[in-house]
């Protein structure tokens, strides 16, 4: 699968429905990891945190296109908590028939050179190809220079660029 007409593009409001629908693909291959079932109507609950990235400073949506059509979506965020300021990618998703392309490593470096600062990658302890995607996916763009620890049942990867 080709991905050299990919792009990262800022959500705009009219483009928070498309994020939402993503998210149903999202919560499904998420599902593996956490106890998280379908309602009534068949689809997951909705994240409840989305409308803020349209209307909090400090968030940031995105959608990610190859070759003119939808491949997933990043939700960034900037965290502030006592005498620590950093970046986080809140949500980060890639459709399965553009994975293990190179896509989610080339958008997670364009994230990471669109905020500069402190960042703080997580992933829960029981998603490992989340973590070894993020492993390798920081280890090349800060060649290696990152910390690892665990809080919480959180596998958590730290550096600054």
């Known amino acids: 699968m080709s991905v050299k007409g990919s792009i990262?593009?800022?959500?705009?409001?009219?483009?928070?429905e498309i994020i939402s629908n993503l998210m149903q693909f999202y919560f499904y291959d998420f599902s593996e990891f956490i106890d998280m079932n379908v309602g009534d109507s068949g689809l997951f609950n909705g994240y409840p945190y989305l409308d803020h990235y349209w209307e909090e400073d400090g968030r940031y949506p995105y959608l990610i296109e190859t070759n003119g059509e939808y491949a997933g979506f990043v939700l960034v965020r900037e965290v502030e908590e006592e005498d620590q300021k950093y970046w986080s990618i809140a949500e980060f998703f890639i459709m399965k028939k553009f994975r293990r392309s190179g896509l989610g490593e080339r958008i997670a470096h364009q994230v990471f050179d669109s905020h500069k600062g402190n960042w703080e990658i997580c992933q829960i302890e029981k998603n490992t190809p989340a973590q070894i995607f993020w492993r390798k996916v920081i280890g090349s763009y800060k060649e290696s220079e990152f910390e690892e620890r665990m809080e919480e049942r959180m596998i958590i990867q730290a550096f600054c660029n």
């Open 8 to 16: 990262l593009r800022k959500a705009a409001i009219q483009d928070k």
